[in-house]
T-cell receptor, first 115, second 108 residues
Framework: EAGVVQSPRYKIIEKKQPVAFWCNPI?????LYWYLQNLGQGPELLIR????????DSQLPKDRFSAERLKGVDSTLKIQPAELGDSAVYLC?????????????FGPGTRLTVL | EDQVTQSPEALRLQEGESSSLNCSYT??????LFWYRQDPGKGPEFLFTLYSAGEEKEKERLKATLTKKESFLHITAPKPEDSATYLCAVRGDYKLSFGAGTTVTVRA
């Protein structure tokens, strides 16, 4: 079974530029998560999707961050404009959904560097 | 708000030297305590889920235990390939709250 796929793996941009990250979850997984991980810290949830619906986006900085999950499969996370403090690893995870005890499986992440 | 504290921050072990990692937590209505392993440049890899106090799970040289306030990850006779950061997370609802992790280095 293929795991969670993310691209790109690395991205270097200058501040004020836009950037987008893409995630393809494990086949059959209805729930998709985006996390942010700073160096030396654990992941922090940005947004959770149940199929196409964003059911928890309370931690997403909506002034510059946006996300979408068209057709309930792939998802894109966008930052516009990027700031120096956005440098971090952006992780995507997925789970089967339907139960709060579902295991979340993570992708390899996208390491963003903002110069 | 759910909180997770892991200790120590770093652990250096000699190959074969067993040790334990601690995860202390506060959560309203625990719906699972999760252990993940994270290698440099990779995403967290799922290891175990524990649901109730007294529960134990094992995988190779790793054994996870759970009480009402903390969880331990015991590493028995570690090998260099066990070197990684081990993350603990709790879920009270659908959101996973992670600790900062314990970085384990096993020297041959």
């Amino acid at each position: 079974e293929a795991g969670v796929v993310q691209s790109p793996r690395y991205k270097i941009i200058e501040k004020k530029q836009p950037v987008a990250f893409w995630c393809n979850p494990i086949s059959g997984h209805n729930t998709l998560y985006w996390y942010l991980q700073n160096l030396g810290q654990g992941p922090e949830l940005l947004i959770r999707y149940e199929n196409e619906e964003a059911v928890d986006d309370s931690q997403l900085p909506k002034d510059r961050f946006s996300a979408e999950r068209l057709k309930g499969v792939d998802s894109t996370l966008k930052i516009q404009p990027a700031e120096l403090g956005d440098s971090a690893v952006y992780l995507c995870a997925s789970s089967r959904g339907g139960s709060s005890t579902d295991t979340q499986y993570f992708g390899p992440g996208t390491r963003l560097t903002v110069l | 708000e759910d909180q997770v504290t892991q200790s120590p921050e770093a652990l250096r072990l000699q190959e074969g030297e067993s040790s334990s990692l601690n995860c202390s937590y506060t959560v309203s209505g625990l719906r699972g305590l999760f252990w993940y392993r994270q290698d440099p440049g990779k995403g967290p890899e799922f290891l175990f889920t524990l649901y109730s106090a007294g529960e134990e799970k094992e995988k190779e040289r790793l054994k996870a235990t759970l009480t009402k306030k903390e969880s331990f990850l015991h590493i028995t006779a570690p090998k260099p390939e066990d070197s990684a950061t081990y993350l603990c997370a709790v879920r009270g609802d659908y959101k996973l709250s992670f600790g900062a992790g314990t970085t384990v280095t096993v020297r041959a």
